[in-house]
Every structure is written in structure tokens, then in C-alpha cells.
């Protein structure tokens, strides 16, 4: 059984332009989560989703950052117009449905965004 | 202040000691305690997790919660230089978000 699987591992981008990351999620698992590790820092929240729903976005800027878990597919998070401060790495976890609060999360092995 | 204290670090300990890494909280709606071990450029894996005060133990681990003191420990026995990596204590409240510590880095040598 696969675990999470995050592509690309590492994207190196230019200032203003745009990166993709992509999740597919464990088989069986429908709920997705982006969350964000800076350098030095621990790992912050981004965003929840569920099948073709964003259950709480609480953790994403406001602007230039979107996420999305589409019926077919994997799960996307885009960010537009890249500055040097989006260079961090990107995790994405997914859980089962059904299990209410105890859902526990695995992650996956993350993607490196470098912003040139 | 954040929501979640961890001491950063670095630990570095001789193998076989034991390790006990700790984190505070403020929330007291957190009531599900977890704690992920990520090893350098890798995901973090899921090692222990509680939803209630008291002990759990699995193997050479042991997760310890003290809601009444907003604390919560895990303690490694018999330590192994495999075990070193970054430590990171998470918790949440209903629903699915986690509130991540800032991560302990864990050296064990042989």
C-alpha cells in the first residue's frame, strides 16, 4: 500500500512565476492537508480539504495561494507570482474518512520550493 | 506566545541513555497529543498518539500527557544513534488541523 506521494520533490522556480505542488493521498484516504516548514521552524498549517471541499483554509495567505482536491486526481496547491520568502518546504498528509477527530495524518515526503 | 513550546535544541546524548522531550501548551481545548519523528529532508512519521491523560507505551517509547499542567513528554529508553532525527510534538482540537512544536533535534552517539 503507497503511502503519500508528493511530485515534484524539489521545484526551483524564479521570482513571479508560478509553482504546482501535487499530493495524491494514501488509497482509501479522503482528507487532504497542506502544511508549510520554513527553515528553523516547525510545521505550520496551510489548509484542509475533503473531495472537491476546502474544509478550513484558516492557514493560507491571503493572496497568491490556492488549493484544491478535485473529484479525479490528486490534490494541488498553486502558489502565483513566487517570492524568495515561499522557498520553504511543502508537506502534504492525508487521513481516512470516518474517523471523525481521531483521524490520524501521515504525511508525505514533502516538496522543496526554491525561489531564485 | 505560541501556542505550542518546544525546546529546539540540539540534544545530544550517548546511546543507551535515556531521552525525555517535552512541550507546553496554552489551548485547553487541545485533547488529541501527538508526537512525529521526521529524520533530515524527509516527512514526518507518526510515532506515538494520545487523547487523554496518562501514560502510553509502545516498545521503547513512552508518551506522557499532564492536561491539568498543559505538558506533555516523550520518553525514548535505551536510546539508538537510529533514533536520531527531529522530534515534533503536535496536537488539536476537533477537527483536523495540527498545531505543531517547534521540533527538538536529537543526536544520539555511539
Known amino acids: 500500500n503507497a503511502g503519500v506521494m508528493q511530485n515534484p520533490r524539489h521545484l526551483v522556480r524564479r521570482r513571479g512565476q508560478e509553482a504546482r505542488l501535487r499530493c495524491s493521498p494514501m488509497?482509501?484516504?479522503?482528507?487532504v492537508y497542506w502544511y508549510r516548514q520554513l527553515p528553523e521552524e516547525g510545521l505550520k498549517f496551510m489548509v484542509y480539504l475533503q473531495k472537491e471541499n476546502i474544509i478550513d483554509e484558516s492557514g493560507m495567505p491571503k493572496e497568491r495561494f490556492s488549493a484544491e482536491f478535485p473529484k479525479e486526481g490528486p490534490s494541488i496547491l498553486r502558489i502565483q507570482q513566487v517570492v524568495r520568502g515561499d522557498s520553504a518546504a511543502y508537506f502534504c498528509?492525508?487521513?481516512?474518512?470516518?474517523?471523525?477527530?481521531?483521524?490520524?495524518?501521515?504525511f508525505g515526503p514533502g516538496t522543496r520550493l526554491t525561489v531564485l | 506566545q505560541k501556542e505550542v513550546e518546544q525546546d529546539p535544541g540540539p540534544l545530544s546524548v550517548p546511546e543507551g541513555a535515556i531521552v525525555s522531550l517535552n512541550c507546553t501548551y496554552s489551548?485547553?481545548?487541545?485533547?488529541?497529543f501527538m508526537w512525529y519523528r521526521q529524520y533530515s529532508r524527509k516527512g514526518p512519521e507518526l510515532l506515538m498518539y494520545?487523547?487523554?491523560?496518562g501514560n502510553k507505551e509502545d516498545g521503547r517509547f513512552t508518551a506522557q500527557v499532564d492536561k491539568s499542567s498543559k505538558y506533555i513528554s516523550l520518553f525514548i529508553r535505551d536510546s539508538q544513534p537510529s533514533d536520531s532525527a527531529t522530534y515534533l510534538c503536535a496536537m488539536k482540537q476537533e477537527g483536523g488541523k495540527l498545531i505543531f512544536g517547534q521540533g527538538t533535534e536529537l543526536s544520539v552517539k555511539p
Open positions: 498528509a492525508s487521513s481516512p474518512p470516518g474517523r471523525g477527530a481521531l483521524n490520524e495524518q501521515f
Open positions: 488509497k482509501g484516504h479522503s482528507h
Open positions: 494520545t487523547y487523554s491523560s
Open positions: 489551548n485547553s481545548a487541545f485533547q488529541y
